[in-house]
């Protein structure tokens, strides 16, 4: 059949869409990477490392598929074998134990899952690669801060409590542990006379006020993690023993930026970790090893102390907190 002069420019037109359409689908390329992204704690830390893997997985044009484990031994395996069953890209995880939480991931290891652990990691040589913080550091840190107050303000003589979560991860706690210790100990009017494990504020808030209780002369309070940090501040109010009782920490976030800035006291200073940047490398990490880049296999990122006597450093980690959480 001829075309009529009138039936051409519809011709044309719906070869334009046609050509266009084909040129739209062949651009579209494959579906994006997926990146499984599993926390094990809803705390200010873990959401900022959520904020740092959505803000590389948006750079990278990559599916995060967030989870949570909630501590929970099963819940993390459920969750791996999961995101085995969807063939995900990469698993990044904090795991829950070094030993134990090994044999999921092996199972996505196996089935060409690319694992990148961070924060805490296993007894094994699967992952790609670890990004932490370095551990002994936060604690030294801390403790650096803890022994000139001791020396400035108590004339040399601590009597310390402390605050770990030795039975939720125990290489972490110990590393963070000796770091404050070793630097605090160097005075020999210090003496640590209590150490419990509680790294959710409301079981600290109970555990360091038992120990107040039973240790009256305790004038030193250092925890190991955020949770055991904000717990402990609420112990000391609690008890009575503003202005008696300070208290050191380790983590950061922006309640305890607020502890810092208010004028009881009792909050002197904290290290904290990098959760966004630690979240993001992860990420980042994850996708190059899927890429079959060259990766580190493990990276320390250094901590940030926080202290009372700068609030100026506090208040502009508030601003730049603000300004990644908005």
């Known amino acids: 059949m001829t075309l009529s002069r009138h039936t051409l420019p519809f011709a044309g037109l719906a070869i334009l869409i046609l050509l266009v359409s084909g040129c739209t689908k062949k651009a579209e390329g494959p579906p994006p990477r997926r990146i499984a992204g599993i926390v094990f704690q809803e705390d200010q830390f873990f959401r900022l490392v959520l904020f740092g893997m959505r803000e590389a997985a948006r750079q990278e044009n990559v599916e995060l598929l967030e989870a949570n484990s909630s501590g929970k031994p099963d819940k993390e395996i459920q969750l791996v074998n999961t995101y085995i069953a969807q063939?995900?890209?990469?698993?990044?995880i904090s795991p829950l134990s070094a030993r134990a939480s090994i044999s999921a991931l092996e199972r996505a290891h196996a089935g060409g899952i690319t694992v990148v652990t961070y924060n805490t990691t296993i007894d094994d040589t699967l992952p790609a690669a670890y990004i932490e913080s370095d551990q002994i550091d936060?604690?030294?840190?801390?403790?650096?801060?803890?022994?000139?107050?001791?020396?400035?303000?108590l004339?040399?003589?601590?009597?310390?409590?402390?605050?770990?979560?030795?039975?939720?991860a125990p290489e972490q706690s110990k590393q963070r542990t000796d770091g404050f210790t070793k630097e605090v100990t160097t005075l020999p009017g210090v003496r640590i006379v209590a150490e419990q494990d509680a790294w959710l504020a409301e079981q600290a808030v109970k555990k360091a006020g038992d120990i107040l209780t039973a240790n009256p002369e305790v004038n030193i309070i250092w925890a190991a993690n955020e949770g055991?940090?904000?717990?402990?501040?609420m112990a000391v109010k609690n008890a009575g023993k503003i202005g008696k009782v300070a208290v050191?920490?380790?983590?950061?976030?922006?309640?305890?930026?607020?502890?810092l800035l208010t004028d009881d006291g009792i909050l002197q200073a904290v290290t904290?970790?990098?959760p966004f940047d630690i979240g993001s490398l992860a990420v980042h990490t994850a996708l190059a090893a899927v890429h079959g880049g060259k990766v580190n296999k493990r990276v320390s990122l250094p901590g940030l102390l926080l202290s009372r006597e700068s609030p100026d450093s506090v208040r502009a980690f508030r601003q730049q907190l603000h300004a990644m959480t908005r």
């Open 155 to 168: 004339g040399g003589i601590a009597h310390i409590a402390i605050l770990a979560f030795r039975s939720q």
């Open 272 to 274: 904290g970790q990098r």
């Open 138 to 153: 936060l604690g030294a840190s801390t403790g650096r801060a803890a022994r000139s107050y001791i020396e400035k303000r």
């Open 87 to 92: 063939k995900v890209d990469a698993i990044v």
């Open 228 to 233: 055991g940090t904000v717990g402990a501040v």
């Open 248 to 259: 050191f920490g380790t983590d950061t976030g922006e309640q305890l930026a607020d502890f």
